[in-house]
């Protein structure tokens, strides 16, 4: 079975930030690590942001996989904290570095980009204009990644209450906790 070098290479990366921090590691060392040749890196990658990027991204298209097949709006909510949770340390350590504008940057695009999507897919006769929907994308976006990136911190976070108290305040029943 052939060898999915991206997956491959990430999942080193992965690896390596759990031990170091993300601005330490050089193309050089997830070359070495991986056992590629830094040519085989750059055939595959441009740097280490875009093996951050291809990371982050991989974690939400999952979430979103998972949601579309969840069988209520709080449990397609809570798959998108538990890779969260999940991924907690490695997200933190992306932030930490020195590319922290642009890892949000791609986290919220990815997220609105699934947002997106879980609507197309959930609602397709959604009724309102391009602008409304991006208004509330945007809303939605910034609101959730903001919730999940300050609850994923807590040790032994309940991604159960947490899915359902989100899946209020989108729902637009706020007051109802």
């Known amino acids: 079975m052939p060898v999915n070098m991206k997956l491959m290479i990430a999942s080193v990366f992965v690896r390596l930030a759990k031990d170091n921090p993300v601005d330490k590691i050089t193309v050089k060392n997830l070359a070495e690590a991986c056992g590629i040749s830094r040519q085989t890196f750059y055939y595959h990658f441009q740097d280490i942001l875009n093996v ?21 709006p709080e449990k397609s909510i809570e798959e998108f904290i538990r890779i969260s949770v999940e991924n907690q340390d490695l997200l933190e350590r992306m932030l930490s570095s020195q590319w922290r504008a642009q ?64 899946y209020k305040i989108l729902s637009g029943r706020m007051m109802d906790f």
């Open 52 to 72: 951050m990027e291809w990371t982050v991204r991989q974690m939400i298209q999952t979430a979103l996989r998972n949601s579309l097949c969840a069988e209520s």
């Open 103 to 166: 890892i949000e940057h791609i986290f919220v695009d990815a997220m609105h980009s699934s947002l997106l999507e879980l609507i197309r897919a959930k609602q397709p006769d959604l009724d309102v204009t391009y602008q409304d929907l991006n208004l509330a994308l945007n809303f939605y976006t910034y609101g959730t990644i903001g919730v999940v990136l300050e609850y994923c911190k807590n040790p032994g976070v309940n991604i159960e209450q947490i899915s359902k108290k989100l």
